[in-house]
């Protein structure tokens, strides 16, 4: 008997998913509990097992396809099984699912290692997965045999390349491309054996910019392309627009010296915690947040949502978008416990692990953009929730110091300094009480016994 493989509901706030890559052809055998495909939800990218045994008589949705949840995008069963009343009319699945035996060997439409012979500019059809993961490594995608459909290079045809190639940095990756050189014959001295360029024939500081103005690199960077927004690129847009048409969004700002700070850090470096800047800030964001509950607070319809919990989202950059982990009870946990369980989050979300539970019920978020150089910027509200610290760069900065004596002149000292900036949802947050929780944020950064 037939089964249907529908699209699976993975969190409470999925509606649809993308199917990134099937691992198995029309025709070949699946046991239950074995890997069948790949989506891409909002926030993640999983691999789903099967759920029964058979042939996989019938592929409802490529890869690429955007899907509904608990539609059908896949049919389970016997060899030579007609499935054609459960696909709506569709070609026989026994057609195009010959028996086992006759099926073609997956080797055979998976060429290995060898480079891909395509005429100069000719379009490559890839996977944004697959792209993503070339561009990576300093893999040419046009050099990558493609195992989809229709020869579309998908992730693992780049994994498989990269398997028998030497590893590159995306540099030299684009010299050797630019100047027809063939790595496999090219020693790397980076760490690994990575090649870099000065490892390349001639290589040289002056051959990057020769090598990008020749012809084949020009006429290649002049193409246009279009690409379908992931998942997790359209979940943000939808919700940073829902942000600015709902929210009464301002902003306040404030600059904190982060030299006892800096301290308080080093002291738990001297004992074998490792502690960060930004654990830091969540820790005292989640004391100002209990101390002043209406910040913690969220708008439904026309009434007020007090939570009794303090849940501080960390912003975290992954490939293709923004994902925000939630720490929960971070009024509770202290600082140690919130340095822990940031690790634990931070490495889950870039390795593509993190469940729906780790990246839901917020109440404040925290996003520091200060390791990109950043002095300060002004982030969007993630909703529901009502505010968000954007944290920048902790820069030397001369400061004015007043004598409150009113003896001597004042003095000009350099100081750590860091500029925060609060964006509220002033529907429920007044301007005072934005600026007072500044002020208790920057009381327990100036003054981190309190954090402990």
């Keep these: 008997m037939a089964t249907i493989v529908i699209m699976p509901k993975q969190g409470l706030m999925m509606e649809e998913g993308t199917i990134t890559s099937w691992l198995k052809k029309e025709g070949e055998a699946v046991t239950a509990g074995e890997p069948l495909f790949e989506m891409e939800t909002d926030k993640l990218t999983i691999t789903m097992d099967a759920e029964a045994s058979g042939t996989l008589l019938k592929i409802l949705h490529p890869e690429g396809d955007v899907v509904p949840i608990t539609q059908?995008?896949?049919?389970?069963?016997?060899?030579?099984?007609?499935?054609?009343?459960?696909?709506?009319?569709?070609?026989?699945?026994?057609?195009?699912?010959?028996?086992?035996?006759?099926?073609?060997?997956?080797?055979?439409?998976?060429?290995?290692?060898?480079?891909?012979?395509?005429?100069?500019?000719?379009?490559?059809?890839?996977?944004?997965?697959?792209?993503?993961?070339?561009?990576?490594?300093?893999?040419?995608?046009?050099?990558?045999?493609?195992?989809?459909?229709?020869?579309?290079?998908?992730?693992?045809?780049?994994?498989?390349?990269?398997?028998n190639k030497p590893a590159v940095t995306p540099l030299a990756a684009n010299i050797a491309k630019a100047q027809g050189v063939d790595l496999s014959g090219v020693t790397g001295t980076g760490s690994n054996g990575k090649i870099k360029v000065f490892d390349l024939p001639g290589g040289s500081p002056a051959a990057a910019p020769a090598a990008q103005e020749s012809p084949a690199a020009v006429q290649q960077s002049r193409d246009t392309r279009t690409e379908k927004m992931s998942g997790m690129r359209k979940a943000i847009s939808r919700n940073m627009l829902a942000s600015k048409e709902t929210n009464a969004q301002t902003n306040h700002r404030i600059k904190v010296d982060m030299t006892a700070a800096i301290a308080l850090r080093k002291q738990y470096k001297d004992l074998g915690i490792k502690i960060s800047y930004n654990d830091i800030i969540v820790r005292a964001c989640a004391k100002a947040l209990a101390d002043m509950p209406i910040v913690n607070a969220s708008v439904e319809g026309d009434s007020i949502l007090y939570h009794d919990y303090v849940n501080v989202g960390t912003a975290v950059s992954v490939p293709g978008g923004l994902i925000v982990p939630v720490i929960k009870d971070a009024d509770i946990i202290g600082l140690s416990g919130i340095a822990a369980r940031s690790a634990e989050l931070i490495e889950k979300a870039r390795d593509g692990k993190l469940t729906d539970a780790?990246?839901?019920?917020?109440?404040?978020?925290?996003?520091?953009?200060?390791?990109?150089?950043?002095?300060?910027?002004?982030?969007?509200?993630?909703?529901?929730?009502?505010?968000?610290?954007?944290?920048?760069?902790?820069?030397?900065?001369?400061?004015?110091?007043?004598?409150?004596?009113?003896?001597?002149?004042?003095?000009?000292?350099?100081?750590?300094?860091?500029?925060?900036?609060?964006?509220?949802?002033?529907?429920?947050?007044?301007?005072?009480?934005?600026?007072?929780?500044?002020?208790?944020?920057?009381?327990?950064?100036?003054n981190p016994v309190l954090l402990i």
Excluded: W
């Design 358 to 446: 780790d990246y839901h019920g917020g109440t404040f978020t925290v996003s520091s953009l200060g390791m990109f150089d950043l002095d300060d910027f002004v982030a969007i509200i993630n909703p529901p929730e009502s505010a968000i610290l954007a944290v920048g760069k902790i820069a030397k900065t001369p400061v004015v110091v007043t004598n409150e004596e009113g003896e001597g002149e004042d003095a000009i000292v350099i100081k750590s300094m860091c500029a925060l900036c609060l964006s509220y949802d002033h529907r429920i947050i007044d301007g005072a009480e934005a600026a007072k929780f500044l002020q208790k944020v920057k009381n327990y950064l100036q």
């Design 72 to 163: 059908p995008i896949a049919v389970l069963g016997e060899p030579g099984e007609d499935v054609s009343a459960l696909v709506g009319g569709d070609a026989a699945p026994a057609q195009a699912a010959a028996p086992a035996e006759a099926a073609p060997a997956p080797a055979a439409e998976a060429p290995a290692a060898p480079a891909v012979e395509r005429a100069p500019g000719e379009r490559v059809f890839s996977s944004p997965r697959a792209r993503l993961r070339a561009e990576e490594n300093g893999v040419n995608i046009a050099a990558v045999p493609g195992s989809g459909p229709d020869g579309l290079v998908i992730e693992r045809d780049v994994n498989a390349y990269m398997a």
